[in-house]
């Protein structure tokens, strides 16, 4: 009897001590795959924080909405933000810190073109999905995925418009020297070739930390244009539409989609309204002024807005910086159920494949082109008692 309680405690030591060294082994990879965790890199402060916050809200409703809903492949989903504080040293650092020491499985990000030009090799080099959430042009990068159509797509359809809706000859730019910028003036030159006639005649810049625009816009009130694009991002178009006013130009004015975000229509909506300026705008700034049964609002906009009201209620209402990072969870959602796998390189192949109608427009990446079909949809609006509404003549 002594004899088989011996060999029954021995035994029952055995499976424990198995059991333990499984968990010690395995406890990692089985704690990994509880949650799937997504990085995401924004501008929270900095000069582009009021852009960046509202990126940080949308990846957290999305991941709330997703949780409630049994997460993806039954897996919770668990969000990671880092503040890249408008900067992109500190962007590389972050991202960095989310795909080293984090293990993220994804990485989402950022507001800035200049941060995200910055993350994109990073990613590429540790081999994990980016999916990137600001309008640069990166060039082709099997790991890169953007969502939306790009500064490349978006600057050569503002020109476009200018010519074809607004019968611009003579066109001055005022443009920000960030990446932003700087590619949107090279873009829209670029689209001047399929426009015989048509010129440029003037060029001036500003840094966007600039809180004074009299000497651009001096030079461009006496070349005299019949329109100017003003192609920059936030706040300083605040200070370009009070310096247009002090300076009593009257010279018609179509904005980049920077100049439709949120800080500068609290800043300068009213001056805007008042002088007409046009801007290019999303669809989704003018969804609430599209009738119930348009199928963007029905379909896309309502179940986002829906999504970010049940995390939100009335505290915060759906805006543009919200789109990209919405877009961005709907594509490695759909990528990760395609997959049956978080597996990076599954996720990487399957976003390739992956076709959705999102707020930003219709995408569908292609192996060569991750940009490929994502058309740019954005149209000219006008603002009417603070609110986006289509531009008509």
Not at 213 to 230: E, R
Request: glycine letters at 8%.
């Amino acid at each position: 009897m002594r004899q088989l309680k011996c060999f029954a405690a021995k035994a029952a030591f055995v499976v424990c001590a198995s059991v333990l060294l499984l968990v010690a082994v395995g406890g990692k990879s089985a704690i990994a795959a509880e949650t799937i965790k997504i990085g995401h890199v924004c501008s929270i402060t900095g000069w582009a924080g009021m852009l960046g916050s509202p990126q940080r809200d949308a990846t957290l409703a999305m991941v709330d909405d997703a949780n409630r809903h049994g997460g993806i492949l039954g897996r919770q989903v668990e969000a990671f933000i880092e503040d890249d504080q408008s900067n992109p040293t500190t962007a590389v650092i972050a991202a960095t810190k989310l795909i080293k020491d984090v293990k993220v499985d994804v990485l989402f990000g950022t507001t800035l073109s200049d941060c995200a030009a910055a993350v994109a090799p990073i990613a590429e080099q540790e081999k994990t999905p980016f999916i990137v959430t600001s309008p640069v042009d990166i060039p082709f990068k099997r790991y890169v995925y953007p969502v939306g159509p790009g500064d490349k797509r978006m600057a050569a359809h503002t020109m476009e418009l200018a010519v074809t809706q607004l019968g611009a000859k003579k066109i001055a730019v005022l443009h920000d020297t960030s990446l932003y910028g700087m590619q949107g003036m090279r873009f829209m030159t670029q689209e001047l070739a399929a426009h015989p006639g048509v010129k440029i005649i003037i060029t001036e810049k500003f840094d966007p930390k600039d809180t004074n625009m009299v000497p651009q816009l001096t030079k461009i009130k006496a070349a005299n244009p019949d329109l100017l694009i003003i192609y920059g991002t936030g706040a300083p178009g605040a200070v370009i539409a009070k310096n247009f006013k002090q300076l009593g130009m009257t010279v018609p004015v179509l904005g980049s989609g920077g100049l439709g975000m949120p800080d500068t229509i609290k800043l300068a909506g009213n001056l805007m309204e008042d002088m007409k300026w046009m801007v290019m705008v999303m669809r989704i700034s003018i969804a609430e002024s599209l009738p119930m049964s348009d199928p963007y609002r029905q379909k896309v906009y309502e179940p986002a807005k829906k999504v970010f009201q049940e995390k939100y209620h009335e505290a915060k209402s759906l805006n543009v910086f919200h789109v990209s990072p919405i877009d961005a969870f709907t594509m490695y959602s759909l990528a990760v159920k395609a997959a049956a796998s978080t597996d990076k390189a599954a996720v990487r192949d399957a976003l390739e494949k992956v076709k959705f109608e999102g707020l930003l427009g219709y995408t569908e990446p292609g192996p060569n082109d991750h940009q490929e079909f994502c058309k740019d949809t954005s149209l000219i609006g006008i603002l009417k008692a603070g609110q986006f509404v289509q531009y008509t003549k």
